[in-house]
């Protein structure tokens, strides 16, 4: 696609269910980043990609906390028995995977935990 | 834990006045890059400076780096009301792939 998207936009939920949060990369991009940003505060790494595969998911906050990708496409964030503290703005960027290329982001799904 | 801290916090100008803002990292860096964000949703790429550079300029944008001091600055010239926004800066600590980002500075653009 000509972007990255992420759906839903808006998500409010009741405490104790489950989400699930979808990115859409840009086509060819093998990098994939997963960001959590509480209202007003810096962006909190995740997880990220690379094809299929997760190098790094130190930044995970619990085990409530998963993410996958599939096809070195499109990935899903999921948050099981969510907490009010999950509220937040969960954001996903892509890129080409090379050293020394810049990230490009989508518009983010608000997650309300009610 | 956040890789980089941006100073200020917050940075208030007129229209026409240049806005700096400072970067510092903890660990070695491939690169380093600036975002913007507005309303709080996505973020765009505005600069990547790479270890081996130590200043770039992209229109109105120029970043230094200074790998020994661990810090970076972005200038804005002839600021507009059109770039109120949040900045960030970003690093891949060394380790590519997992970009790091700073809590940001707000920058609030008056006319």
């Known amino acids: 696609g000509a972007g990255v998207s992420q759906s839903p936009s808006n998500k409010v939920t009741e405490k104790g269910k489950d989400v699930e949060l979808r990115c859409d990369p840009i086509s060819g991009h093998t990098a994939l980043y997963w960001y959590r940003q509480r209202l007003g505060q810096g962006l909190e790494f995740l997880i990220y990609?690379?094809?299929?595969?997760?190098?790094?998911k130190s930044g995970l906050p619990s085990d409530r906390f998963s993410a996958e990708r599939t096809g070195e496409s499109v990935s899903t964030l999921t948050i099981q028995r969510t907490q009010q503290e999950d509220s937040a703005v969960y954001l996903c960027?892509?890129?080409?995977?090379?050293?020394?290329?810049?990230?490009?982001f989508g518009q983010g799904t608000r997650l309300t935990v009610v | 834990s956040q890789q980089g801290e941006e100073d200020p916090q917050a940075l208030s100008i007129q229209e026409g006045e240049n806005a700096t803002m400072n970067c510092s990292y903890k660990t070695s860096i491939n690169n380093l890059q600036w975002y913007r964000q507005n309303s709080g949703r996505g973020l765009v790429h505005l600069i990547l400076?790479?270890?081996?550079?130590r200043e770039k300029h992209s229109g109105r944008l120029r970043v230094t780096l200074d790998t020994s001091k661990k810090s970076s600055s972005l200038l804005i010239t002839a600021s507009r009301a059109a770039d109120t926004a949040s900045y960030f800066c970003?690093?891949?600590?060394?380790?590519?792939?997992?970009?790091?980002f700073g809590a940001g500075t707000q920058v609030v653009v008056t006319p």
């Open positions: 990609f690379q094809g299929n595969s997760a190098p790094d």
């Open positions: 400076i790479r270890s081996n550079e």
């Open positions: 970003a690093t891949d600590g060394g380790s590519w792939g997992k970009l790091q």
């Open positions: 960027a892509s890129s080409r995977g090379a050293l020394n290329t810049e990230a490009f």
